[in-house]
T-cell receptor, first 114, second 114 residues
């Protein structure tokens, strides 16, 4: 119920290609879905986030698509660059007694080939 | 966003000893969170620290093993007690500035227990 399933575990994309990472959840109480980017030796950095009242959100080359009925959301990285090579985590959260706690997906290691 | 620092950035410790990790934020925040990220794995929430009250621990984590202090609105510590090699992980603090959804992470503390 509390899990967030993320796929694929790893992804290799050519420079200029589209990277797509998928996540699925079960708990319909989740109401905030962020994506984080983590480089080796660094903490995760918030990339983009979406709430379930919209189906898509775009920020630069990064787009979240959200399918509320399927309980799935995905991250699309357009025109992928070698600098995008990192681990990406999706997460889901809901209000738990006034605190928004995150449940993280298992992560996707993206490698963009030059 | 928020500027978050952690000390130490990394440490190598002997089995049976304890290590205290510090987390400092550049501005006052309501909620602070402590996560564990085992090598190559996702992030798991250890506990939530609200200033002026006892930390709230997630299932599988106990105060005797991971005591937390939150003396003011910009600082928190996590102690990893009686360490074993299984405690080797990256420990991350994050903050939720306005009881909203966004969490911002520190750079992490890489702990190796021999």
């Amino acid at each position: 119920q509390q899990q967030v399933k993320q796929s694929p575990q790893s992804l290799i994309v050519q420079k200029g290609g589209i990277s797509i990472i998928n996540c699925a959840y079960e708990n319909t109480a989740f109401d905030y879905f962020p994506w984080y980017q983590q480089f080796p030796g660094k903490g995760p950095a918030l990339l983009i986030a979406i709430r379930p009242d919209v189906s898509e959100k775009k920020e630069g080359r990064f787009t979240i698509s959200f399918n509320k009925s399927a309980k799935q959301f995905s991250l699309h990285i357009m025109d992928s660059q070698p600098g995008d090579s990192a681990t990406y985590f999706c997460a889901a959260s809901s209000d738990t007694s006034g605190t928004y706690k995150y449940i993280f997906g298992t992560g996707t290691r993206l490698k963009v080939l030059a | 966003s928020a500027v978050i620092s952690q000390k130490p950035s990394r440490d190598i410790c002997q089995r049976g000893t304890s290590l205290t990790i510090q987390c400092q934020v550049d501005s006052q925040v309501t909620m602070m969170f402590w996560y564990r990220q085992q090598p190559g794995q996702s992030l798991t929430l250890i506990a939530t620290a609200n200033q002026g009250s006892e930390a709230t621990y997630e299932s599988g984590f106990v105060i005797d093993k991971f005591p937390i202090s939150r003396p003011n609105l910009t600082f928190s510590t996590l102690t990893v007690s009686n360490m074993s090699p299984e405690d080797s992980s990256i420990y991350l603090c994050s903050v939720d500035r306005d009881r909203g959804h966004e969490q911002f992470f520190g750079p992490g503390t890489r702990l190796t227990v021999l």
